[in-house]
């Protein structure tokens, strides 16, 4: 099996940054794509980036420009860099994996980690 473990979230002002990790450990072999998706109260989760093993990128069009996702596959963890934060990010970031070349990875989860974007 797959584990994934985010770190990273925090409490941050508006126009603020920061960087949340994740951490592939387990069955590392079966995982392509990676990425992070993120669930604020009462809303579905979304997704937010992916990143194929291939370095190929997709960007939610709301975090375009401010986040900016990227991988180490030596090390098989996804890195997601958040600029510019808006209260609208406030969410349990999670991470995903994927089994395949997805530009939206949903196999495998880790188990969130909260940001907190304040006005």
């Known amino acids: 099996q797959v584990h994934l473990v985010e770190s990273g979230g925090d409490l941050v002002q508006a126009g603020g940054s920061l960087g949340l990790s994740c951490a592939a450990s387990?069955?590392?072999?079966?995982?392509?794509?990676m990425g992070w998706y993120r669930q604020a109260p009462g809303k579905q989760r979304e997704l937010v980036a992916a990143v194929t093993r291939g370095g190929i990128t997709n960007y939610a069009d709301s975090v375009k420009g401010r986040f900016t996702i990227s991988r180490d596959n030596a090390k098989n963890t996804v890195y997601l860099q958040m600029n510019s934060l808006k209260p609208e990010d406030t969410a349990v970031y999670y991470c995903?994996?994927?089994?395949?070349?997805?530009?939206?990875?949903?196999?495998?989860w880790g188990q969130g980690t909260q940001v907190t974007v304040s006005s």
């Open positions: 387990g069955n590392i072999f079966s995982i392509n794509a």
């Open positions: 995903a994996a994927a089994r395949s070349v997805s530009a939206a990875p949903r196999d495998y």
